[in-house]
């Protein structure tokens, strides 16, 4: 039991970024904005918040440049995409493969040295409680900041005004700005705040989970598992964070399985969740194909989970709004 709850900590240590990553994504596409940025916005993050916590030996400044760089990031494709009417995935595109380059570039004199980490978090009075208290009686605070940003967003997104004209300028964007919702401004800002929260993501994998700089960082091809967990997850915030725990799930079981079968070369585990949520991936989609839909109608158990996991992505995502043309 023990054994189970340890592996099931490793596994939120593991999928923390990863939420934070997929959340903030979930809010830029909700507002019908893709970013396809996040694997360089990641790199840069993460590149950003280890330099300013080094040089200013505190770990909860570097995360909040990460933030920054991230919410910075995300500025651009917002101002250029929303604004100047430019392809979001051109832009998303050339910002990460721009970010990567930069990261590396600019964090090259910092890479292997040491510096602060944000530590670890204890909750007093749940250790001895079975199960529970392997988990989170100890865990990097970006466990936590992870479970309450989940929360927040599935709140702020289904429950609040604000929550409501996000969805709408996703959905139907001359339909909000007839009801006199400003449009454009309302997606730059989510954009930026789905920046954000990508950039704390990254900051979270250089101070917490891998604590460092360097190449591999770790977080190589993080932003991409992303952008396919927000799919997976069908745009919902909850169901995204139960993506990315999946997922993280994969990765730490990867590495128990080079211990079982020691013959088979490390790479394979390493790269086996990969595949494996492309292959999620494959069948989540396969089930809105017709013939599937029929079978899916037949049965009253597949019926009610197709209903409560559906995959619809907002109406208006990717598509350019010029309130000129509006109505």
Same mark, same amino acid.
């Given at each position: ?38 694997d360089g916005s990641i790199l840069l993050s993460a590149m950003a918040a280890f330099v300013v ?71 007093? =009075?749940? +250790?001895? /409680?079975? &199960?529970?208290?392997? @988990? *989170?009686?100890?865990?990097? #605070? $970006? ?50 705040a789905g920046g954000a929260l990508v950039g704390m993501a990254g900051a979270a994998y250089s ?13 190589? =091809?993080? +932003?991409? /598992?992303? &952008?396919?967990?927000? @799919? *997976?997850?069908?745009?919902? #915030? $909850? ?30 585990f390493q790269v086996a969740p990969f595949p494996m949520m492309i292959l999620t991936l494959l ?45």
């Open positions: 039991m023990e054994t189970f709850g340890l592996t099931l900590a490793a596994i939120l240590v593991a999928g923390a970024p990863l939420v934070l990553a997929t959340l903030g994504e979930t809010l830029t596409e909700k507002a019908g904005i893709i970013n396809l940025s996040l916590s080094v040089t200013f030996d505190n770990p909860w400044l570097g995360l909040l440049a990460g933030m920054a760089v991230g919410a910075a990031i995300a500025g651009v494709l917002g101002v250029v995409g929303i604004y100047l009417g430019q392809s979001q995935l051109a832009i998303g595109f050339i910002l990460t493969l721009l970010c990567r380059d930069l990261a590396y570039f600019l964090g090259h004199n910092y890479s292997r040295q040491p510096g602060p980490d944000l530590g670890l978090w204890s909750i007093p =009075g749940i +250790g001895n /409680i079975p &199960l529970i208290g392997p @988990i *989170f009686s100890t865990q990097s #605070p $970006v466990v936590y900041l992870g479970l309450v940003a989940i929360f927040v967003c599935w709140w702020w997104m289904y429950r609040t005004e604000g929550g409501m004209r996000l969805r709408a300028v996703g959905e139907s964007p001359r339909a909000a700005f007839g009801r006199g919702i400003r449009v454009r401004l309302v997606r730059l800002y989510y954009c930026l101070l917490a989970v891998k604590p460092g700089w360097g190449r591999p960082q770790g977080c190589e =091809g993080a +932003g991409w /598992i992303a &952008l396919a967990i927000v @799919i *997976f997850g069908g745009w919902h #915030p $909850v169901r995204a964070a139960l993506g990315a725990f999946f997922f993280a799930g994969l990765q730490v079981s990867g590495i128990y399985l080079q211990e079982v079968f020691p013959s088979i070369p490390a790479p394979v069948a989540v989609n396969i089930g809105r194909m017709g013939w599937m839909q029929d079978i899916v109608r037949r049965h009253p158990f597949l019926k009610t989970f197709s209903k409560g996991w559906s995959i619809d992505a907002p109406a208006a995502l990717g598509q350019d709004f010029d309130p000129k043309k509006g109505l």
